[in-house]
């Protein structure tokens, strides 16, 4: 598989945020969000097989990963990926903007699904069947630019039901867009258990555009 890069760092997003992690970010991405902030694993990276990359990961004092892109899912070897880690341990998590059919992941795995909002530009890219393969085991995420992004979330939420359908529904602003303070007061005003989440590695290591 194509491999990006490969870092041991603190999670800064999702219900996992703050905590020790394998991160291991693939190549390749059949979208072009407006806000993206990470271009450059649209096309860098090297081949690796299943035992290069856990062997990459073993000096790492932690048993959880996350697998990311780009897009991950676009590599039909992540399964073999996601098995290996699974058997050695690990707690996996996967974040995928759910273009891509989520029905052949590992149920183990913990999803991270992305909805893309209208600012993004992408929003006619979603794949609203995977809805129906999201579990309590799995999370949500709209990252949304403003108010009518969000409002837009809040009609997909309440379309698919998804408050008890995943463990956790995010609320992310796009950074230097949205002021966290617009964003929380608007969840704050819109009565649903939905969570707001800030890209915390950001404002540890503010301006470095990869992985540390």
Request: proline share 6%; charged share 20%.
């Amino acid at each position: 598989m194509k491999i990006n890069e490969i870092f041991y760092s603190i999670q800064g997003e999702s219900s996992f945020a703050g905590l020790p992690f394998a991160f291991i970010r693939l190549s390749g991405c059949n979208l072009r969000c407006s806000y993206c902030d990470t271009e450059y694993a649209f096309h860098e990276g090297a081949q690796m097989s299943v035992p290069e990359v856990m062997k990459a990961i073993e000096p790492f004092p932690t048993r959880l990963a996350l697998v990311t892109g780009g897009e991950p899912l676009l590599q039909r070897s992540v399964h073999e990926l996601f098995g290996t880690l699974l058997e050695h341990g690990y707690t996996v998590l996967v974040e995928t903007g759910g273009q891509v059919p989520l029905a052949d992941v590992d149920p183990r795995v913990h999803k991270i699904m992305d909805f893309k909002c209208p600012s993004s530009g992408m929003d006619q890219r979603n794949r609203y069947e995977n809805v129906s393969c999201l579990t309590r085991n799995d999370e949500v995420k709209f990252v949304v630019s403003d108010r009518n992004d969000f409002d837009w979330a809040c009609r997909i939420i309440c379309r698919f039901d998804l408050v008890p359908k995943v463990s956790s529904v995010l609320f992310s602003p796009v950074h230097g867009r949205l002021p966290y303070r617009d964003l929380a007061s608007w969840v704050l005003d819109c009565g649903m258990p939905v969570r707001m989440q800030i890209q915390m590695h950001k404002l540890i290591w503010p301006g470095m555009a990869r992985g540390v």
